[in-house]
């Protein structure tokens, strides 16, 4: 139990261009997701919670209007990487928490983003 | 202001031996501890957690210790295995009352278990 699936994997795009990205927990409901960032070498920063049904809430220095998130259903988060700039090239990885559970966080495979 | 700290970026231990990992933190709020662990390119896969009521939780192999007035916590491994290695995040929340915890995270420890 408690899998997280992120789609795409892997992908590369040109710079000004936009990208989705798509969290999925495929066996169970989450009311809230989270989306991080990581750099090579260092450790996993939060970006913003994804709370179903309303508006993320970002951390300090993310910019909302460049990271889009969606949570649309109990089972679906997104992150739109808009206007994507060589500088946004990250491992970006997601994360759900259960809705019955404890505060333990399940996290996707992650997408690695290479903007050109 | 890292609120979570692992101060040993790395560590080598032998197969069969025991894997002690270590993590450091600072927040007194914080009640509700995790550890993960992550291969390259790849996202975390949870091991084990702890609540700040426990000192001490065991699932197979993985034991974690909380000692909460030297906040502090450690992760053992024992035996240690090739497969065991990867980087190991520690991570911590605090149940202030809000809907949603927001995990900090250490800067993560490198384990490789030598054959």
């Known amino acids: 139990g408690a899998v997280v699936s992120q789609h795409p994997s892997r992908v590369i795009c040109k710079s000004g261009t936009s990208v989705k990205i798509e969290c999925r927990s495929l066996?169970?409901?989450?009311?809230?997701m989270f989306w991080y960032r990581q750099f090579p070498k260092q450790s996993l920063m939060l970006m913003a919670t994804?709370?179903?049904?309303?508006?993320?809430?970002?951390e300090q220095g993310v910019e909302k209007d460049k990271f889009l998130i969606n949570h649309a259903s109990l089972t679906l988060s997104t992150l739109t990487v808009t206007s994507a700039h060589p500088e946004d090239s990250s491992f970006y990885i997601c994360?759900?928490?259960?809705?019955?559970?404890?505060?333990?966080?399940?996290f996707g495979p992650g997408t690695r983003l290479t903007v050109l | 202001d890292q609120q979570v700290k692992q101060n040993s970026p790395s560590l080598s231990v032998q197969e069969g031996r025991i894997s002690i990992l270590n993590c450091d933190y600072t927040?007194?709020?914080?009640?509700?501890f995790l550890w993960y662990k992550k291969y390259p390119a790849e996202g975390p896969t949870f091991l084990i957690s702890?609540?700040?009521?426990?000192d001490k939780n065991e699932d197979g192999r993985f034991t974690v210790f909380l000692n909460k007035s030297a906040k502090h916590l450690s992760l053992h491994i024992v035996p240690s295995q090739p497969g065991d290695s990867a980087v190991y995040f520690c991570?911590?929340?605090?149940?202030?009352?809000?809907?949603?915890?927001?995990?900090?995270f250490g800067t993560g420890t490198l384990l490789a278990v030598q054959p």
């Open positions: 994360s759900a928490r259960d809705l019955r559970g404890s505060d333990t966080q399940y």
């Open positions: 066996d169970f409901q989450a009311t809230t």
């Open positions: 994804s709370n179903e049904g309303s508006k993320a809430t970002y």
């Open positions: 927040n007194s709020m914080f009640d509700y």
């Open positions: 702890i609540s700040s009521i426990k």
């Open positions: 991570a911590a929340s605090s149940s202030d009352g809000g809907a949603t915890n927001k995990l900090i």
